[in-house]
């Protein structure tokens, strides 16, 4: 298909970005609240150019509205801010169904899905990550960024869970992961990543630690033996669904990230996370 073609039949297709830059609820170190702009810097960058690599035009695109910052209170704990992410998203996704989430720590993925769920219904969910992020609580915070998935999965908001790199489990989110049947493709497994196939639409999670810290050092949590960038992708490429209805990239921390190089790679991931979304919203 030529680069003209691709580029006219996705400008119709529009997709939403939106920051949240929240991490009132990380533990050990914070500042993924500082991401969003640093993603959108490296998405920008003159080191690269505006196309994913299946040839769609993504940034910056007529096919991409972005919606800026959410304002958050930075509040520890409380509901206060889960509430606000899942009305800003709610109402993000009455203008742009499809979307994509520039967090902030993995908490925000909790209330962003819970919007998606409220406007979309039957979803499945992706989740990339060095952790299972399945603890009830994590040192007395139910909201923690170590809790999302458990959280989700108590309040029924998706079909399946299937979890790709884990490699930190503890036995109390193994028997959650257990209790609640979530498919675990772990780091340590030989091989490519199977191709995964879903009935329902799907999110993804793409928490930037699920990488190797070769690949991605300026985390909050790094995990040696994590996944690549190239896994990550052809992993997403290769997902068959109805059509991947948006995602979330987190836990990228600008203040560790001391060359910029982990801002490029998440900057990839949602390079090429939009791309798969623009491209199945013009499948539809």
Known sequence: ?????????????????LGVGFDANSTFRRGPAAAPPAIRAALGSASGNAYSETGVRVWPSESVLDHGDLDV????GTRGPIDVIERGVGQ???????????????????????AFAAKHGRISLLHFDAHPDLYPDFEGNRFSHACPMARILED???????????????????????????EVIP????????ALAFDTPVYISMDVDALDPGYAPGVSHPEPGGLSVRQMLETVAATRTPYVVGGDVVELNP??????????????LVRELLG??????RAD
């Open 1 to 17: 298909m030529l680069q003209n073609e691709t580029d006219t039949m996705t400008a119709s297709v529009k997709v939403g970005l």
């Open 73 to 76: 209170p930075d509040e520890k």
């Open 92 to 114: 993000t996704l009455d203008d742009t169904p499809r979307l994509v989430v520039l967090g902030g720590d993995h908490t925000v993925t909790y209330p962003v899905v819970r």
């Open 156 to 182: 029924g908001l998706v079909e399946r869970l299937v979890q790709v790199g884990i490699r930190s489990f503890t036995p109390a989110q193994h028997d959650a992961a257990k209790r609640h049947n979530v």
């Open 187 to 194: 780091a340590f497994s030989a091989g490519p990543v199977p």
């Open 255 to 268: 203040k560790l990230d001391r060359d910029g190089g982990t801002a490029i790679a998440a900057a990839k």
């Open 276 to 281: 798969r979304v623009i491209l199945d919203g």
